[in-house]
């Protein structure tokens, strides 16, 4: 016996028990997006490789350490997108998206990042990516607070986060601040970890992210980058906390709060939650005003964020004792008896599909007894069992048994059956996927 292949480590198979919950997310998006004006926009998973150096920065962990990047048969070096913004305002700018206008753009799919696979960090994973183009005030900031929180509640997660909100200023504020803090941890190097070190002369900001509680301590003197804004920075910040006070969002100023990749400045924002261990961040956003220029467009403010959808997926299943309502039929329909019996379920399975709107209908296929194709609809969850045998067939019915409560079977007349089903309350409105 051949050996058996395994999936590659940190690339996870979505099963069917799992898809309801993702269904459930992805409906949300589509309703919930469009309502704000979003549209869709499809990118391709494959990008060259200069794109994230010159977006990401080259001495970041996913540029240096994390991205999928081999050489094509051209010749070329290509990466496997490891996150959505870099492609998302690459194909804006190709396409003139941004040429004297604005856009709000939203997208979704599998990103890739070479890191230590553990709970809600994956080799492949999935995003929600949401962008606003061409806009500067703080009120676009705003609006994608609001939407994400809105997503949040959607999902019904909204009760397990808390909104944390930072400014970065600008890239003058920021280099100067960024002075300060190779100063101040210069003086306390032998108090730094190994990949604080690292850091201090390529990323400093990000030593403020640090999750070792032995330099805690140490994190917690070190100079605040709140007191370091330049003027314009600071009245935007206040104008984006102004208006998440009218709006009655909770957030928390955080003043550590900063972003992995250098294309952010002034507003970052990160919806976390505390049920998730470590990966506690659900999603995070921000302001990055100099990307487009970075990336051979003309200078354009834009903002966004994105939501992992993985860790969602994990809360939703933490929380649900069991899959959402879309993963089960509604009816499993059992064909007992002679080939006949089969043929004539498959005719009337196929005409319930095309005459009830919205139902999940199980065919038994593959034979089995009558007992054992019974308990197959026990196991399916389905509400009903339909029941065909050569008795039912010659006298034209068919027996509607209720597998989850106490009700009486009946017979109903095969060519009744669509009506009946129709009337069924099981059927009503919004009932498939939703939680």
């Excluded at 940190?10 to 309703?31: A, C, F, K, S």
């Excluded at 504020?173 to 690292?198: A, G, I, M, P, T």
Aim: hydrophobic residues 35%; aromatic residues 6%.
């Amino acid at each position: 016996m051949s050996a058996k292949i395994r999936a590659i480590r940190g690339m996870n198979d979505i099963l069917p028990e799992q898809t309801p919950y993702w269904h459930h997310l992805e409906q949300v998006w589509r309703e919930v997006l469009p309502a704000y004006g979003y549209r869709e926009i499809r990118l391709p998973l494959l990008e060259k490789t200069e794109l994230f150096k010159r977006s990401i920065g080259e001495v970041t962990d996913i540029v240096e350490k994390e991205m999928y990047t081999f050489t094509d048969r051209n010749g070329d070096s290509v990466t496997l997108r490891p996150e959505g913004t870099a492609g998302c305002v690459r194909a804006a700018i190709e396409h003139g998206l941004i040429h004297n206008q604005t856009q709000r753009l939203w997208y979704q799919g599998a990103m890739f990042r070479h890191e230590r696979p553990q709970k809600g960090r994956y080799r492949q994973f999935h995003q929600l990516g949401v962008e606003a183009l061409g806009m500067e005030g703080p009120d676009i900031d705003a609006e994608l607070v609001l939407m994400s929180a809105r997503l949040l509640e959607r999902v019904g997660l909204a009760e397990y986060s808390v909104l944390q909100i930072n400014s970065l200023g600008s890239a003058a504020s920021r280099s100067s601040y960024r002075k300060l803090l190779v100063e101040y941890f210069s003086d306390h190097l032998d108090q730094l970890d190994e990949d604080s070190k690292r850091r201090l002369h390529t990323n400093p900001l990000r030593i403020l992210d640090s999750k070792n509680p032995q330099i805690q301590p140490l994190l917690e003197q070190a100079p605040r980058m709140s007191e370091h804004l330049d003027p314009e920075s600071q009245r935007h910040f206040q104008g984006l906390l102004s208006y998440l006070d009218d709006a009655g969002v909770n957030y928390q100023v955080n003043p550590r709060l900063v972003r992995g990749l250098d294309y952010y400045s002034r507003t970052v924002f990160e919806w976390v939650t505390d049920r998730l261990g470590a990966q506690g961040t659900l999603c995070a956003g921000g302001r990055f005003d100099s990307l487009v220029s970075q990336l051979g467009g003309r200078p354009t403010p834009a903002a966004g964020f994105a939501i992992g959808m993985e860790r969602l997926v994990a809360l939703l299943m933490e929380r649900d004792s069991e899959p959402a309502n879309g993963a089960r039929p509604h009816i499993y329909m059992v064909v007992a008896g002679v080939e006949r019996v089969e043929r004539r379920g498959m005719q009337i399975a196929e005409r319930l599909r095309a005459g009830v709107p919205g139902l999940r209908l199980l065919l038994n296929c593959g034979g089995g007894s009558f007992k054992s194709q019974m308990r197959r609809a026990d196991r399916s969850g389905a509400e009903l069992a339909l029941i065909l045998g050569e008795d039912e067939l010659a006298q034209g019915s068919i027996i509607v048994k209720p597998l989850r409560s106490a009700a009486q079977q009946l017979a109903v007349a095969q060519e009744d059956i669509g009506d009946y089903l129709a009337r069924h309350e099981i059927f009503s409105g919004g009932e498939s996927g939703s939680h």
